[in-house]
């Protein structure tokens, strides 16, 4: 059961990464461009394949200009 409940959170935590990020008009590649990951990662972590790092998260968050809780504000 908490394998379920983790995958769907980070399914969720992709979504609403791509939701803001494509609110901003920001691309996939400029994106990768202002967090220092690759295309492929971004891509894999907004597809909910791959969980990520508390850094990655803050470093997300700076290049949308958001507060970092915002990606987990699952409910807008």
Known sequence: MRKEVDVLSI???GKKLRQIRVSKGI???LLASLT?????QIS????GQINTSID???KLAKA???EPKELF???K
């Open 64 to 66: 949308l200009n958001i």
């Open 36 to 40: 220092s990951f690759e295309y492929s």
């Open 73 to 75: 504000d699952f409910e």
């Open 27 to 29: 691309s996939m590649e």
């Open 56 to 58: 990655a998260v803050f």
């Open 44 to 47: 894999r972590i907004e597809l």
């Open 11 to 13: 399914k969720k935590f």
